[in-house]
């Protein structure tokens, strides 16, 4: 019978699988023939822009009746993979819009079509800077769209005449910085290099040096224009400090940041206020404009298409003065397109003016992978710097030695075969072991329905393989390569030596492994205490029968843990600012100094592992309530007559019979903290100086902010993965230990 | 050693009362055997000596003194509890040896302490097992192990030998015994068991409704109960009650005569209940008590016969195999008028008489 109905679903499973096959082959046909040639557009607009591009696109085939031009919204952070995934194989856009950050990249891997017939139809249509920034190995990659850079917001009401230079600026500054009333003169994100970028074009710096195109901070115009800023902030004290975009905005708008540097997106979040956007200023002390990054966002033609012409045709439309006007009037874009500005609703839009003028001596942002890597060192520097942790000499020499580590020169390729050997070996040894273990003597009788065993594993064995198993080889396999400028190079274990040797670093310094390994470790090991004395500590108390409304606590005590963590942890860095966070005003009504919460490594690491406690106590806490009411109330009394307090009563009764219900919950979250990447992400952000960065943060910053470096993060996930398997082996070894059983 | 006093002792659980005004005495030594139903309150009172529980009102006194307020601890007494409570996660022996650890007692007192009674429990071979690796039996022997290792001066055993068998209970009953003997500790002990409550104490205190019913030796119980229910409760099988008037010389009712003392002859016309212990009453051809056998009980050298009466069933004893004997059968029981009890119809308390 049970033979009979296996063999039955098995042969429905193939009908369905063939039927299911069938529907996708004729659904795949029936699309096959268009009588219009379609051109695939991707972007990741939203909102008003979005609503300008198909506009566009609309207007573009009624005029093209050949073509049939489609859009199709991407994820902005998913975009670049799914880019680079999908155009060799021919199955990407034909047009795609995105910044120019990635141009040379692109260009570089055939990804891109060059452009520079469709901008010379155009001529003198197009600011140069926007064009370089589109340039790569002497071709033009691209048509720019619309031009992001900051500029100068200033109100209206508190600045009648906008400050033409910076001594004029933090004159003005000065005199409507009023820091007991929390007013300031000058606000922007200064601890984003985005937004200082600016001052160190100001002070005559590069960030590039030619020709070998090797980013170089630690030069004098870095110093002079890292000093320019923190004097503001630290000696003048004109600016709020840990500025983060949402301060800036909440400043601006209750009037009590005079000047503001932003760029076009602010606008949208301005209420209530008469402002005025206009150029930066000039730097006296050089007597250059202070010009701000360039970015372009261009219509890039994929190499790979098949309707060239007509998806050229559609990137030379969009950037057409037509086009520009509409999407000026209705995305609301600094359009590049200079004729654009004819238009009298264009042209006398004072914001898009203002910023289009801007665009004019702004400098293109790099375009290469180099530029990438260059974020977060600097950063790093203006925290410290701005913190008043480190001068700025120092803290560009830091960073330029980052730089140096996160540049380094890729490890001589290796043969891949000892290790393929090797693996192939294990697995046979593996597979011989297996074969070779005894076989259970009831082993038939529990197997005899294997044809059933099968069909209900193989769901769920699939998946895992999908899911799981083959990520997971891939994650391991790519930590034997080295990635750059979209290469994998098989180089052996060296990933590994490099890591475990501390190559680069020191290792008391923040970057080697072992020093992060060190914190990971602290980090565990003082949450885990924390949560579990905290957590069991509250058990106790809800469990006290004379306590009243149990459950209202109850509820009260869990809400932390129901509220998802990113948004906890940007709560609690709010609290932690230094000058506008709630903690600081506590310390104030205490008659205590705020501190600087993020730039010590020990009040940045506590600040840390408080949120996370905050996070964690509930989970042990359910789980010790749990545990608590399954010991029964009579164990207490017989101890009671035995003559046990009611310490002796937690420690020899409580103790040990939670001892089977809280020792999986510690390992779980034990785990779950070792790689709590939200929590660090989010609070300390690593500061100061990546000291409190935990091994999984450190595997992202390898991965995503330093180079592109797969390999290395692959290579540090994969320690990461060893640890934890060692650790859940031997914390398994002492839960085995004999264990209490409830009678 | 320690007396134990219970003065106008209440406790009710909401508005239930459970031990309504218990007034006890327990000599030191004593073993004081209590009985009742099951839900009188027998194990509220031990609670309410051991400290689990506070009373209402009353005093609660050990050697004299008033321990109301007092903690388990500050009690020294040592219990034995209906439910065991052995700690799940401590083998037998640490079981054994958990209150002797908190007092810190010297390690080779402690093994000998721990020894002499699993020997004396036969748990030897059960030492490093966990409670859920026992058998119900063998949980009992290791809760009384655990209170006996202390050497308390009063013991409070709640049902300590229910669920042995009939063979390891007639052992463990001369074993208590002995260690009462030797220990010449207070102990308190509740019991279902008939035979264990007529054997071990040296008093018993019969219990109903939360209320004292009587309490003195046990014969003295036996033989002179204060009223029907402690009449009723003790021996097996019951009393035989039969509601009748007494006449002359005898207390006759419907279908039914039975010679009375001449004790009683000064309640003549009176309304009555007369108990007759089934060993007393024998079933014969002929006597006062007429009825038809409705069930027997054949134990071999000896059995019981429940005949149906106007009055009720009556349980006579007859000797021997009872052979003749047939269910439906009429028959009859005689009793010597020495053995018939009168109690008052009303209130149910024994009619007393001038021996
Ligand atoms: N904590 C309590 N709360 C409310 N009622 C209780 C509580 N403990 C006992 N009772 C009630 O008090 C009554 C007496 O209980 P107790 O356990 O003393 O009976 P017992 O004489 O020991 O019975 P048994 O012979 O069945 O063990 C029972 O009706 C019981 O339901
Ligand atoms: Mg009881």
Not at chain 1, 310 to 315: D, I, K, N, Q, S
Not at chain 2, 214 to 225: C, F, H, N, W
Not at chain 2, 287 to 293: D, F, L, N, S, Y
Not at chain 2, 329 to 344: K, R, Y
């Amino acid at each position: 019978m049970t033979r009979v109905g296996g063999v039955a679903a098995v042969k429905r499973a193939i009908a369905i699988v063939t039927l299911a096959c069938a529907l996708f082959a004729s659904g795949v046909r029936a699309e096959a023939p268009p009588e219009k040639t379609r051109i695939l557009v991707w972007h990741a607009y939203r909102a008003a822009e979005e609503t300008a591009l198909l506009m566009l696109i609309d207007q573009f085939n009624a005029a093209h009746p050949e073509y049939r031009a489609e859009a199709l919204a991407l994820p902005y952070d998913v975009y670049p993979s799914k880019l680079s995934a999908a155009i060799p194989t021919g199955h990407g856009p034909d047009v795609f819009i995105f910044a120019q950050e990635r141009v040379s990249a692109w260009a570089r891997d055939g990804l891109l079509s060059p452009m520079d017939a469709d901008a010379a139809m155009m001529p003198g249509e197009f600011p140069e800077a926007a064009l370089d920034a589109l340039r790569s190995k002497g071709a033009l990659w691209g048509l720019p769209l619309s031009l992001k850079s900051v500029a100068l917001y200033v109100n209206k009401s508190l600045v009648p005449v906008a400050p033409v230079n910076t001594d004029e600026m933090v004159a003005l500054a000065q005199k409507l910085t009023d820091p007991a009333q929390g007013r300031f003169g000058l606000a922007w994100e200064a601890g984003d290099f985005y937004h200082h970028a600016s001052w160190l074009s100001g002070f005559g710096g590069k960030l590039f040096k030619e020709p070998e195109h090797r980013p170089v901070v630690d030069t004098p115009e870095g110093v002079a224009a890292l000093t320019f800023v923190r004097d503001l902030m630290r000696k003048k004290h004109v600016m709020p400090e840990e500025p983060s975009a949402q301060l800036v905005a909440t400043l601006f708008n209750a009037n009590r940041a005079a000047m503001v540097i932003n760029g076009p997106w602010f606008a949208g979040e301005i209420h209530g206020v008469d402002y005025e956007v206009v150029s930066l200023p000039i730097v006296s002390a050089t007597g250059l404009p202070a010009r701000p990054l360039l970015t372009v966002e261009a219509a890039l033609v994929s190499a790979t298409s098949e309707v060239k012409d007509g998806a050229r045709a559609l990137a030379r439309f969009l950037v057409s003065k037509d086009a520009s006007i509409l999407r000026a009037k209705i995305g609301r874009q600094v359009v590049a397109t200079r004729s654009a500005y004819d238009d009298p609703g264009v042209g006398g839009d004072t914001l898009l003016r203002a910023f289009r003028k801007q665009a004019e001596s702004a400098v293109p942002m790099d375009n290469t992978p180099a530029m990438l890597t260059v974020w977060e060192p600097y950063k790093r520097a203006l925290t410290a710097v701005l913190s008043g942790l480190l001068e700025p000499d120092e803290a560009l020499a830091q960073a330029q030695r980052r730089l140096n580590a996160i540049a380094k020169p890729m490890p001589p390729p290796a043969s891949p075969w000892p290790l393929l050997l090797l693996a192939a070996g294990g697995i046979l040894a593996l597979s011989i072991w297996i074969r070779r273990r005894p076989v259970r003597p009831d082993a038939p009788a529990l197997y005899h329905d294997v044809r059933r065993a099968i069909a209900y594993c193989t769901p769920a064995a699939a998946s895992i393989l999908v899911l799981v198993f083959i990520p997971f080889a891939i994650g391991v396999g790519l930590a034997f390569f080295h990635h750059g400028e979209g290469r994998y190079t098989f180089v052996g274990l060296s990933n590994f030596v490099d890591i475990l040797t501390s190559r680069d670093y020191r290792i008391t310094e923040p970057m080697s492994f072992w020093f992060t390994l060190a914190v990971t470790l602290a980090w565990t090991v003082a949450n885990v205490v924390l949560h579990v004395s905290i957590g069991l500590f509250l058990a106790l108390l809800l469990r006290d029968p004379l306590l009243k409304f149990k459950g209202v606590y109850r509820v009260l005590l869990i809400v932390p843990w129901a509220v998802p963590n990113y948004i906890t942890a940007l709560v609690w860095k709010g609290m932690f600012h230094r000058q506008f966070g709630a903690i600081s005003a506590l310390l104030a009504t205490l008659g205590l100094e705020p501190v600087s919460w993020f730039t010590r490594f020990s009040t940045s690491f506590a600040a840390n592992v408080v949120t996370n406690t905050w996070l964690g106590f509930p989970f042990m806490m359910v789980v010790s309530l749990g545990a608590l009411q399954s010991i029964p109330q009579d164990l207490y009394e017989a101890a009671e007559v035995d003559g046990a307090s009611k310490w002796a009563q937690f420690r020899h009764i409580t103790l040990p019979l939670l001892r089977p219900a809280l020792l999986p919950a510690v390992i779980l979250g034990s785990v779950w903290t070792f790689n709590m990447f939200n929590i660090i992400y989010l609070v300390s952000g690593g500061e100061p100086g990546g000291a409190t960065d935990i091994l999984v943060s450190e595997a992202y910053r390898w991965a995503f902010q330093r180079n592109e470096q797969f390999g290395f993060a692959a290579a540090y996930s994969t320690l990461i993965f060893l640890f934890l398997l060692g650790w859940s082996a031997l914390t398994r070894r002492v839960a085995r230990e004999p264990s209490p059983e409830a009678a | 050693m320690a007396d134990v006093t219970l003065r106008g002792v209440h406790k009710a659980f909401g508005d239930n009362p459970i031990v309504r005004g218990v007034d006890l005495e327990i000599g030191s030594g004593e073993f004081m055997v209590l009985v009742g139903p099951s839900g009188c309150g027998k194990t509220t009172l031990l609670r309410l000596l051991a400290g689990l529980e506070q009373c209402d009102q009353g005093e609660v006194l050990i050697d004299g003194k008033v321990m109301n307020d007092a903690a388990p601890r500050e009690r020294n007494v040592g219990m034995v509890f209906q439910s065991y409570a052995l700690y799940p996660h401590m083998t037998v022996r640490e079981n054994l040896a958990f209150a002797l650890e908190l007092r810190k007692t010297p390690k080779a007192e402690l093994d000998a302490r721990v020894n002499e009674a699993a020997q004396m429990l036969e748990l030897e071979k059960l030492l490093e097992r966990r409670p859920k690796q026992l058998s119900g039996g063998q949980r009992q022997r290791v809760a009384i192990g655990r209170a006996i290792v202390r050497r308390p001066s009063v013991f409070l055993f709640d049902e300590p030998l229910s669920n042995l068998d009939a063979a390891l209970r007639v052992q463990m009953r001369g074993e208590l015994m002995r260690l009462h003997a030797r220990l010449q500790s207070t102990m308190i002990y509740v019991t279902h068991d008939q035979v264990e409550a007529m054997t071990l104490a040296t008093r018993l205190a019969v219990f109903n409704l939360g209320k004292l019913q009587q309490v003195g030796k046990p014969l003295d119980l036996y033989a002179r109960p204060a009223n029907k229910f402690v009449a009723g409760f003790l021996g097996s099988p019951g009393m035989n009650f039969l509601r009748g008037r007494v006449g002359k010389g005898a207390v006759a009712g419907d279908g039914f005569s039975l010679a009375l003392s001449p004790r009683y002859t000064a309640l003549e016309g009176r309304e009555v209940i007369a108990g007759v212990r089934p060993q007393a009453l024998t079933l014969s051809a002929q006597g006062g008590v007429r009825g038809e056998i409705e069930a027997i009980e054949r134990l071999g050298t000896e059995g019981y016969a429940y005949l149906r009466t106007k009055v009720g069933t009556v349980v006579a004893r007859f000797e021997g195999g009872g052979a003749e004997l047939k269910v439906g059968d009429a028959w009859g029981a005689a009793c010597e008028a020495a053995s018939v009890l009168l109690f008052d119809a009303a209130s149910e308390e024994a009619i007393a008489v001038q021996p």
